[in-house]
């Protein structure tokens, strides 16, 4: 005798909102951390340290020599950074060395991805709708 099979929830859901359940899942999970590098990020001086960096390890005073500002000034840039994980800094002597941290960036990475297939799902059910005068939806039932 065949048993009745438990759909899940996410059984029953679209494609656009299956990628919203993960979004909402790893925000949930991650957003302090996602805040505090998109505020990190918002300063277009702190983008440029991280540009820089992403040339390979460079001295506090090296990132700091292109822009004009007191180095007591530019040093909070790097605290703001390396707070928020993007960056770590080491000592050795009296050369403060900057390196990026990839973890960090695999957090925005992992959003940004989630993000991307939310979009290419609702741009993939408006060229069905626009070229089939229906959606994904209607045309499954």
């Known amino acids: 005798m065949p048993t009745a099979r438990h759909v899940s929830r996410h059984e029953k859901l679209s494609p656009c909102a299956k990628c919203f359940g993960v979004i909402l899942s790893f925000m949930d999970k991650y ?14 001086t702190r983008r440029a340290v991280i540009g820089r960096l992403g040339r390979g390890p460079a001295s506090i005073t090296d990132l700091a020599r292109p822009f004009e500002m007191a180095l007591p000034s530019f040093m909070k840039h790097i605290h703001v950074l390396e707070e928020t994980g ?3 800094t080491r ?3 009296r050369v403060r060395t900057c390196t990026l941290e990839k ?8 959003w940004l991805s989630a993000q991307r297939a939310i979009w290419e799902a609702r741009t993939d059910r408006l060229e069905a709708f626009v070229t089939n005068g229906q959606s994904k939806e209607e045309e499954e039932q």
Not at 31 to 44: G, R, T, W, Y
Request: no cysteine.
């Open 31 to 44: 957003s302090e951390q996602l805040n505090s590098v998109f505020l990190a990020l918002a300063d277009p």
């Open 86 to 88: 993007l960056i770590e």
């Open 91 to 93: 000592k050795q002597g």
């Open 103 to 110: 973890k960090r960036f695999a957090l925005v990475e992992g």
